[in-house]
Structures are given as structure tokens and as C-alpha cells.
């Protein structure tokens, strides 16, 4: 594989798919879309089950086991594509929001009960996890490395979220909406930066690049706000995202109670 064009259509990357003009991405619910998506759905409800009949000490392994199995397909993909596509490394700077749930997962599976990254995993790592299921990069097609990679990795953010929603240990509160939008506005001023000076996208704020749903919210706001409007619509979006699952989380949460007191 010393040359480009000797590597095989599963190991293509999207940045030469783009530069090279191909077209074998997938379509958005298409029918391996939803196969991934109920292979996911699937899991979450069987991994819930288990994990919250499983004892503290079952339980603490599950998460290490989940935790070093995310960790390691990020920097595996980081790895392979500096081998593979070194002109494209550059792209792959662990500077995404899902690169650093993959960092805070260590984190919490090692040094549990933080009640910060408790509430970043319900309202920033949960959230993101879904998303990249629900509206994944499309320029692959589905035989493809990252294209596994992509849906294996996400995945295992929900299954990893529904461990801690399942014991209790990352609940809604609303001083979590603000603790979470901070911590996003915290990465997200710093990495614009690094955007423009390096001509990248890293959080996909100058460039939607293949994601349907970011590219549907730039193409609603650049042609009249430009890019900083796209960013404030970004931020808007993730706020109501924030409240959506605070109340969500609120009615779970009441309504659990009240079993509890029924029984």
C-alpha cells in the first residue's frame, strides 16, 4: 500500500473520495443506515438490561472494557490513516467534540462519580454519540473501514451513556444545560481559531463537510448570516438541544420516582 492507488475501496478515506471526484457514498436511512441503527438500538437495550442487574464489580468492568475499546478505535483510525493517507493527517487531529469523549471516557471509567462529567455525558457525549448514528458522514460506502469505524464508535458513546443513565449516575438537572454549554462554548472559541489559521474543521464550524445535519443548518444561515452566523445557529441549536434533554431526563426521572414510591 505504498501508493494511493493501490489501496482498496474499503480503506478509502473521504477526503480522497472528495479530492478524486468519486461518488459511492451512502444515502441518509438507507437500508444499511437502519441496519446499523437497529443493530445500536438493539444493543442499548440489551446492554441497560445487563449491565443493571450486574454487580458494582461487573459493572465497573463493563465500562473499562467500553472505554478502552473507544479510546483505542480513535487513535487505531488516527494511526492507520498517517500510514495510509499522511497528506490528510492533518484532518485528524483529535480535536473534534467526539475525539474528546473519547478522552473523557477513560476518565470517568477510571475515576467514576465526578458529577461534572456526569453531566457532560448525559447532555454533550450521549448527544454527540447519537448524532453521529443518526446523521453520519455519507460520503462512504458502507463496506468501508470508516465507515464501520464511524458507526462502531458512536455506538459505543450511546451504549457508554445508557451505562451511566441506567444506574442513575447521570441525571438531569438544569445547572447542567449551563455547565454543559460553557464546556462546548470552551472548546468551541479555541478551535475556530485553529480552523482558520490551519484551514481546517475540526467541529465542523467552518465547513459541514458530508453531515447532513450541519450541512442543512450552513446552508440555511451562511447565505445570509455568513460563517459566524452558522456558528450562532450551531450554539441556538445545541441550547435547545441542552433543554430538550433536561426535560426529557425530568419526566424519566419523576416518573421512576413514583414507582419507587408506589412499591
Same mark, same amino acid.
Given at each position: ?95 473534534? /467534540?467526539? #475525539?474528546? &469523549?473519547? =478522552?473523557?471516557? !477513560? ?7 465526578? @458529577?461534572?462529567?456526569?453531566? +457532560? ?60 454549554? /460553557?464546556? #462546548?462554548? &470552551?472548546? =468551541?472559541?479555541? !478551535? ?7 484551514? @481546517?474543521?475540526?467541529?465542523? +464550524? ?58
Amino acid at each position: 500500500m505504498s501508493t494511493i492507488e493501490n489501496i482498496p475501496q474499503f480503506w478509502w478515506l473521504k477526503h480522497y473520495i472528495r479530492d478524486n471526484g468519486y461518488n459511492v457514498g451512502h444515502s441518509l436511512f438507507s437500508l444499511g443506515h437502519i441496519i446499523w441503527l437497529a443493530i445500536i438500538i438493539l444493543t442499548c437495550i440489551l446492554v441497560a438490561k445487563r449491565y443493571k442487574k450486574a454487580s458494582k464489580n461487573q459493572q465497573n468492568l463493563y465500562r473499562k472494557i467500553c472505554a478502552m475499546i473507544v479510546f483505542a478505535l480513535e487513535y487505531v483510525k488516527i494511526i492507520l490513516i498517517s500510514f495510509m493517507f499522511p497528506q490528510y493527517i492533518g484532518s485528524y487531529v483529535p480535536l473534534q /467534540l467526539c #475525539t474528546f &469523549s473519547g =478522552i473523557f471516557i !477513560i476518565v470517568d471509567a477510571l475515576w467514576p462519580n465526578n @458529577k461534572t462529567v456526569n453531566t +457532560l455525558w448525559l447532555y454533550v457525549f450521549l448527544p454527540c454519540g447519537l448524532l453521529g448514528i443518526v446523521s453520519p458522514s455519507i460520503s462512504y460506502p458502507w463496506l468501508n473501514f470508516f465507515s464501520i469505524h464511524e458507526f462502531l464508535f458512536h455506538g459505543l458513546l450511546v451504549v457508554y451513556g445508557i451505562f451511566k443513565i441506567a444506574i442513575g449516575e447521570s441525571r438531569a438537572t438544569y445547572k447542567g444545560v449551563w455547565v454543559s454549554s /460553557l464546556f #462546548t462554548l &470552551s472548546l =468551541i472559541i479555541p !478551535i475556530y481559531y485553529i480552523d482558520i489559521i490551519f484551514d @481546517k474543521s475540526y467541529m465542523l +464550524l467552518t465547513n459541514p463537510s458530508d453531515f447532513p445535519l450541519a450541512k442543512l443548518l450552513w446552508d440555511i444561515s451562511t447565505p445570509i448570516l455568513g460563517n459566524y452566523g452558522y456558528i450562532a445557529l450551531l450554539l441556538f441549536v445545541g441550547l435547545i438541544l441542552f433543554h430538550i434533554i433536561y426535560f426529557i431526563g425530568k419526566v424519566f426521572q419523576r416518573k421512576k420516582e413514583r414507582i419507587k414510591k408506589c412499591d
